[in-house]
């Protein structure tokens, strides 16, 4: 069974930062791209950052570029977002999404919330 459970979400103010933590089990975890979307209140989902299967090549949404890294561990199974000097406008839900060939398997998502 193809499971994706997000982890790490909570309250911040802005400026702080959060790690966001994807653990994957039931498909071979390396050999897929992984992706973290977001989705706030009244808008659709976006793509926040990407990190290849070989290789490890990452991209960025232009909004969270030079702010979110993200990084993946293999032998953990584990794809991470680490995010520094959020702001209110971060705030959504985070997702975590794999994706090889026609596979397409998403987390049920953790809520992201920036706010004084």
């Known amino acids: 069974q193809v499971q994706l459970v997000e982890s790490g979400g909570g309250f911040v103010q802005p400026g702080g930062s959060l790690r966001l933590s994807c653990v994957a089990s039931g498909f071979t975890f390396s050999r897929y791209d992984l992706s973290w979307y977001r989705q706030a209140p009244g808008k659709e989902r976006e793509l926040v950052a990407s990190i290849r299967s070989y290789g490890g090549l990452t991209t960025f949404a232009d909004s969270v570029k030079g702010r979110f890294t993200i990084s993946r561990d293999n032998g953990k199974n584990t794809v991470y977002l680490r995010m520094n000097s959020l702001k209110p406008e971060d705030t959504a839900v985070y997702y975590c999404?794999?994706?090889?060939?026609?596979?397409?398997?998403w987390g049920q998502g953790t809520q992201v919330t920036v706010s004084s």
């Open positions: 999404n794999a994706v090889r060939w026609t596979d397409n398997y």
